[in-house]
């Protein structure tokens, strides 16, 4: 972490030695609300941790794992009630113990990380002392001075750039994955031989994740300590755990060995996790394969295998509960173990996929002379510009989008990649017309839009529509969805009697593969993954050309969320719809787009074919994107050699001169520094060849030669064949 | 929340017959607590509407030799100073408080919706106005433009309910701007101007609906405020006038009997006060939980 070059890590590195149990549980049960109704968050999970080594625990939502480890901790709100067989934490009995010993025992001997390290710092009160009051609750004696000396250590220890002044910065002079950062300083501040990370890394982006997943191993092998994961990525998994444990509606499905797990998963579930995933490292006939059906509810009685009503070789035994039961180093719940290997499975995938989805290589001639579906140029959104204030000062302004040109051909999918704060969402909203762009054209099918009042654009909005990634959040919370699909049908006039309004409403229900009896319900009624539908189907029902898919499928669960990719694929099928696929999700984009455009702080640096950028990216932000994503495969997870880039992503506010990317640009640093990137500012210039592949670096013909040996594609497909 | 939930409630909307979903909103009352608070409520409603025609005797009438007696069965609340049958005023006096209060705070409820949902929505130029505007009318106690109303008009119901409403507007309208600033930013109105609704369509539809909630449970606390302030207003003689009956101005009348042994006269409307502000502060807390969208995920 010490430079910007791509970190060499070799295989055959001595693994830490696994030492003595840290933290050992039996039969934890958690329940919530009234005894008469009990709502079942964890249903009997055993397990251990042992010193040295990683272990993960990965589920779903609602499946129990934060839960669990909350409850371990004595963590949870008062109407939890916490059972258990037998639970040890660093030979302490914590089924004795209580509230002030636990009290004790959280951060002495574990600490704990959690998802959202912007609302777990106070906010009001400068980072060091945060951590210097964490010395102090563990080490009575310590002194004001000795304390804040270890506090300037930690944060050194954990990374933190110029420690000594940003000790006394407050958390919002931080960025998100220094806070982080900060706040694994906080959990280590007593020393603790446990570590408890909650999702450390689901709020950052790819780049900074892997900075902190490479941080967090590291503190784990120098301080030998135990590290409990909980997550929902496989991908993460892969690449930190030594042991992984499946849990699925509260209960233990599957547990072992990591690389086990993931390369021969024996319990149903465990598979269809794998298989729903999109894969990064397979190419796009890879489809995920989405397990039917949503989990079972923690209020609902589960007799059986709790699986069993989704598992597609279900039989007559999964009525019965089937046990955790050892078989080697696996633990396994299940009657009809799945055989196999997880590769079978994606590859039985490709195979029935394969006639689909032979990538349509052009677009069919006859879209040349149709106009684009979308077409933007030279788009420009200025947030701030102009002369503002009572003394009227010009100010230059936040440029989020600048200057970018885009077409997407009639029934085809664009997928757009950046990370957080690249202005790809402020993109999406121009091309709506939702925020009003400062320079440039926007022309939906062949229209104009920019330069329209509101009254003009109201009747072109038929043609475009957007889906958003908070589905709860973009549905009136008091409208049944009877009236959500109604609405767009009234405000255009497609339909002209009450009965052809309710047929369509059905018709609209079925498409998006809900049916008639959603159209009672309210939003707040249905999961995550129906109210995205109904927010699907909403957009259809005006029938448009092009949708904005704005994380569309961020929201949701891994199996979910293959669901709902299917669904898009159908329907841009037999409806013909152009899609603008946001995402900061490369496995996702890589499944579903056609063409795929990067974006770095507001503008684009490389567009293309999206085989071509996955299988030879030629901008080296998109590399080190492509390098930084996780993929559930621990082999290649621990060989391949990986680019990390240094810091975070500068401010849109006051961008680098010249390459946006120099900053961190490792192919810069690898060519020795050269000047030109800071001075002068590359266009997206076309690479030659056949497709249309343009990227934005004055380096991209050299930077082959300093790709990673390992290649994103190269290493699946040379095992594939 | 997942699809295979069975809700009771959704099963009877499933039905569709308006009658089961009546029944299903009274069930759901239930839950929320609020069911004991709409029966205290309307039997209130029902003493203050059918309680003077049933007990028949006229509030206003002097009889000086039946003065300051004690309750007994005749007069079950005794007599006031003027042989007034307290019983009488009681139920006529809940009338006025009633009607007084509740148009009070439905005028104030209304102006400030409008105000706050305009000013929210729109912003600009407007807005700045307004509120300044709602900053200038919050410096005035009910009180204050009670006394300054009662010179202009004369001392009446009429000042004395309009000084309650106007002071209320600003509190109304505050709520409601801040609850549209942040409505607007969410997602489902983006959803409704992509889908080419205009402005006036998501205000009336989206954004208004989902502040009534919060509006109700605002108003309905408003009540207790009201009936105290008119009460208050009563008690400085600056209210209803005489001789007709309301509470306010009866516990003026009764405190001077107090210390001498007649505590009726004043307590008796004391108690009134005290069961309609503990009725409608109650409703305001029932409402709150039931019209939460959310509120059915609480654990």
Known sequence: ?????????????????????????????????????????????????????????????????????????????????????????????????????????????????????????????????????????????????????????????????????????????????MRQRAMIAMALAAAPTLLIADEPTTALDVTVQAQILELIQRLQRDLEMGVLLITHDLGVVSRVADRVIVMYAGRIV?????????????????????????????????????????????????????????CPSAVERCAERPPLE?????????????????????????????????????????????????????????????????????????????????????????????????GKTTLGSAILQLVRPTAGTVAVGGEQLVGRGDKQLRPLRRRFQIVFQDPAASLTPRHRIERVLSEPLELHGLVRSEAERRARVIELLELVGLGERFADRL???????????????????????????????????????????????RLQD??????????????????IADEVAVMYLGRIVERGPSEQIYRAPRHPYTAALLSAVPVPDVERERERERIVLLGDPPSPASPPGGCAFHTRCWLRERLGNPERCVAERPELAHLGGEADHRAACHFSDEQAAHLPRTDAVTAREGRAA | ??????????????????????????????????????????????????????????????????????????????????????????????????????????????VGLVLGAVSGFYGGFLDGL??????????????????????????????????????????YARVVRSEVLSLKSRDFVAAQRALGASRRHILTRHIVPSVLGGVSVQASLGVAYAVLAIAGLGFLGLGVQPPTAEWGSMITEGRSYLTSGQWWISIIPGFGILILVSLSVALGEGLRDHLDPYGKARY
């Open chain 1, 1 to 177: 972490m010490t430079s910007e070059q791509p970190e060499r890590r070799d295989g055959d590195e001595a693994a830490p030695a696994v030492g003595r149990t840290l933290l050992s549980v039996d039969d934890l049960r958690v329940e919530f609300g009234s005894p008469q109704r009990p709502i079942h968050a964890v249903r009997g999970v055993s397990f251990d941790v042992r010193a040295g080594e990683v272990v993960a625990l990965v589920g779903e939502s609602g499946s129990g794992k934060t839960v669990s480890a909350l409850a371990l901790l004595g963590l949870l709100p008062r109407g939890a009630r916490t059972t258990m067989a037998s639970g040890t934490l660093e030979g302490i009995d914590l089924t004795g113990v209580g509230d002030d010993e636990l009290r004790h025992l959280r951060g002495a001997t574990a600490g704990m990380i959690f998802q959202d390290p912007l609302s777990s710092l106070n906010p009001v009160k400068r980072v060091g002392d945060q951590i210097v009051e964490a010395i102090a609750l563990h080490e009575k004696g310590a002194g004001r001075k000795a304390a804040r000396a270890r506090a300037l250590e930690l944060l050194e220890q954990v990374g933190i750039p110029d420690a000594g002044r940003r000790i006394d910065e407050y958390p919002h002079q931080f960025s998100g994955g």
């Open chain 1, 254 to 310: 599957e547990a072992g060995a990591t690389e086990e797990v993931l390369r021969q998963p024996r319990h149903h579930y465990t598979a269809g996790l794998l298989r729903s995933l999109p894969r990064l490292d397979l190419p796009r006939g890879g489809a995920p394969v989405p397990i039917s059906g949503s989990a079972p509810q923690p209020e609902d009685v589960v007799p059986g295998c709790a699986f069993a009503p989704r």
């Open chain 1, 326 to 422: 050892p078989s080697g180093e696996r633990w396994l719940a299940c009657w009809e173990p799945a055989t196999g290997t997880a590769l079978d499975a994606v590859a039985g995938g490709e195979a029935d996929a394969a006639g689909a989805a032979v990538v349509p290589a052009a677009p069919a001639p006859a879209a040349a002379s149709a106009p684009p579906a979308l077409a933007v140029e030279r788009l420009q959104v200025i947030y701030g510009g102009g002369r503002r204030g009572l003394r009227r000062r010009p100010s230059a302004g936040v440029r989020a989008v600048d200057g970018v040109d885009l077409s997407i051909a009639p029934g085809t999918t664009l997928g757009l990649v950046g990370e957080s704060g690249c």
């Open chain 1, 523 to 569: 939003p707040h009624e249905l999961s995550g993954g129906q109210r995205q539908r109904v927010g699907i189907a909403r957009a259809l029902a005006v029938e448009p050309e092009l949708i904005v898919l704005d994380e569309s499928v961020s929201a949701l669960d891994v199996s979910v969320q293959a669901q709902v990719l299917a669904l898009l694929e």
């Open chain 1, 574 to 591: 037999e409806l013909g719809l152009a899609y603008l696929f946001i995402s900061h999700d490369l496995a996702v984009i890589r499944h």
């Open chain 2, 1 to 110: 929340m997942s699809g295979v939930t069975i809700d009771p409630r959704a099963a009877a909307r499933a039905r569709g017959r308006r009658g089961g979903r009546a029944r299903a909103w009274w069930r759901a009352a239930g839950d929320a607590g609020l069911r004991k608070v709409l029966i205290g409520l309307a039997l209130f409603v029902a003493v203050a509407l059918l309680g003077p025609l049933l007990w028949g005797r006229d509030p206003d009438q002097v009889q000086l030799r039946a003065a300051l007696l004690a309750p007994d069965l005749s007069h079950p609340f005794g007599t006031d100073e003027y042989g007034r049958d307290v019983l009488a005023r009681f139920l006529s006096g809940a009338r006025v408080s009633l009607l007084l209060g509740v148009s009070a705070v439905l005028g104030a409820a209304v």
């Open chain 2, 130 to 171: 307004l509120n300044r505007f709602l900053d200038g009318l919050l410096a005035f106690p009910a009180l204050v433009m009670g006394m300054s109303l009662a010179l202009a008009m004369g001392p009446g119901a009429l000042p004395a309910g309009l000084a309650v409403a106007i002071t209320g507007v600003p509190w």
